[in-house]
């Protein structure tokens, strides 16, 4: 089992290269980021997590900018965005910024990705809500053609471009790892069509209510039947994001079948976060002895 880091990196929280230089002399295997460009400050869509949505939404750093700022101070430890929302980023650019990252990085690029939630959000990128999971998909199909291909061309109903040049590749063959964020019945048949595995957020089954709560096990079935079914190669990827401090769930998530538990951290100070960062290390050595 790997163990990885979650937190909202904003201009008020610990620094994410402090951040990333004490997980990687902590042993944890990676460091997740997500992205929101701007909260609109008149919006329809509800927070998923609640009434009141909390202020690092529109706090956050860019995570491509924050993660090259942990890849810098570390050697080892996997950089990772959890998520980045595909439908609010150009391909072509997204493409450069993951193959530059990955490149610097000798290969420890991660991308959690997902098509969002915040309607006005993505529409005030050109993005319509009902067309999100169409586009992210095409953008995603399209940069993996930049990543492995010398000439790269894609024509589709929202990406659509001739023959190009891009450099550099990624170190990581085929282009970082894409692990899709949600939760949907449709999510298991795109992560086997353009993914490489499931990135769900941790919910709690037990405060979550029977019509709230997420059926891991089940989820991490269809994926692998999905995965199988597409004639795909190797084994999927299953991370969770946003687990707290509970050596149960952990334990749950692993007979499941999860490859990596990512712990979550408050968007605080130093002070804060790093004691947080060493209980988090100690519950992770118990299941990594």
Do not use: C
């Not at 959690?112 to 992210?136: C, D, S, Y």
């Not at 687990?243 to 100070?269: C, H, N, W, Y």
């Amino acid at each position: 089992m790997d163990f990885g880091l979650f937190i909202f990196a904003t201009d008020y929280a610990i620094a994410p290269d402090t951040l990333a230089r004490e997980a990687e002399a902590l042993g944890f295997e990676s460091l997740f980021l997500p992205e929101h460009t701007h909260i609109p400050a008149s919006r329809l869509s509800p927070w998923p997590g609640g009434a009141e949505l909390p202020r690092q939404y529109w706090h956050a750093h860019d995570p491509f900018v924050a993660l090259s700022v942990a890849a810098a101070v570390t050697t080892t430890l996997k950089i990772g965005t959890g998520i980045s929302l595909v439908t609010e980023r150009d391909p072509i650019l997204m493409a450069k910024q993951a193959a530059s990252l990955d490149f610097l990085s000798n290969g420890r690029l991660q991308l959690g990705v997902g098509a969002g939630w915040n309607a006005e959000e993505m529409e005030n990128h050109g993005t319509p809500f009902a067309q999100r999971w169409k586009i992210l998909r095409e953008r995603i199909l399209a940069m993996r053609q930049i990543w492995t291909e010398e000439e790269a061309e894609f024509h589709g109903d929202f990406v659509d471009f001739d023959k190009l040049w891009a450099h550099p590749k990624p170190i990581q063959t085929g282009g970082p790892p894409i692990l899709l964020g949600a939760s949907s019945r449709f999510v298991y048949q795109r992560i086997a069509e353009y993914g490489d595995g499931w990135f769900p957020i941790y919910q709690d089954a037990r405060r979550a209510g029977a019509s709230g709560a997420v059926d891991y096990a089940a989820g991490i079935a269809q994926t692998r039947e999905a995965w199988e079914s597409a004639g795909r190669q190797g084994q999927p990827n299953f991370s969770i994001f946003g687990v707290g401090p509970d050596a149960g769930a952990i334990e749950s998530l692993m007979e499941m079948g999860f490859d990596r538990v990512i712990f979550a951290l408050p968007s605080g100070t130093a002070d804060e976060v790093l004691p947080m960062v060493e209980k988090y290390a100690a519950l992770a050595h118990q299941f990594n002895q």
